[in-house]
T-cell receptor, first 112, second 114 residues
Framework: DTGVSQDPRHKITKRGQNVTFRCDPI?????LYWYRQTLGQGPEFLTY????????KSRLLSDRFSAERPKGSFSTLEIQRTEQGDSAMYLC??????????FGPGTRLTVL | AQSVTQPDIHITVSEGASLELRCNYS??????LFWYVQSPGQGLQLLLK??????LVQGIKGFEAEFKRSQSSFNLRKPSVHWSDAAEYFC????????????FGKGTMLLVSP
């Protein structure tokens, strides 16, 4: 399977802890996106990478959030000092200039 | 900035009946339009997309959608619904040039009754 993969699929953490999620895009997709989806809502854009460069960040991405894509392949999204409001599904997508984004299965975060 | 409205939060359709899910967008230029489907606890699967050309687009699983510029709409249709179509459906719009961060609607949950 050469689709977008995300790890872990589920994460339960206590408020105040740090968490890190990983996304592996489809091979050779140079564009990678992170979205957040809360219950009853559609996904909302968080940030975008072209290769290793982070080119856009949403205002939803507070300074507790940081994303990296060090070698232009996989990406990580870290949330520091988690809050209950961070509970959501975190979705990763990738594309290669075709303007069609392919989504991974998501990481569901629950902050207790 | 672009926006998407899906006016129906829930729709219930009998198996075998036809389906239409509504989507209205707001964007100043020609949009890129998408329909995605999401099963419980899963990521998003692309059903179909419109970039340009023929305004009636065919997708996977027997779905189609029609772009109507005059109505700023991109409604999703299926002539005969199957129980396996029960899921949440999201309409999304992207800008025309360069990379495209998608703006999604809030989704429509489709329930299929026997």
């Amino acid at each position: 399977d050469t689709g977008v993969s995300q790890d872990p699929r589920h994460k339960i953490t206590k408020r105040g802890q740090n968490v890190t999620f990983r996304c592996d895009p489809i091979s050779e997709h140079n564009r990678l996106y992170w979205y957040r989806q809360t219950l009853g809502q559609g996904p909302e854009f968080l940030t975008y990478f072209q290769n290793e460069a982070q080119l856009e960040k949403s205002r939803l991405l507070s300074d507790r959030f940081s994303a990296e894509r060090p070698k232009g392949s996989f990406s990580t999204l870290e949330i520091q000092r988690t809050e209950q409001g961070d509970s959501a599904m975190y979705l990763c997508a990738s594309d290669t200039g075709s303007d069609t984004q392919y989504f991974g299965p998501g990481t569901r975060l629950t902050v207790l | 900035a672009q926006s998407v409205t899906q006016p129906d939060i829930h729709i219930t359709v009998s198996e075998g009946a036809s389906l239409e899910l509504r989507c209205n967008y707001s964007y100043g230029a020609t949009p890129y339009l998408f329909w995605y489907v999401q099963s419980p606890g899963q990521g998003l699967q692309l059903l179909l997309k419109y970039f340009s050309g023929d305004t009636l687009v065919q997708g996977i699983k027997g779905f189609e959608a029609e772009f109507k510029r005059s109505q700023s709409s991109f409604n999703l249709r299926k002539p005969s619904v199957h129980w396996s179509d029960a899921a949440e459906y999201f309409c999304a719009v992207g800008v025309e040039s360069g990379y495209s961060t998608l703006t999604f609607g809030k989704g429509t949950m489709l329930l299929v009754s026997p």
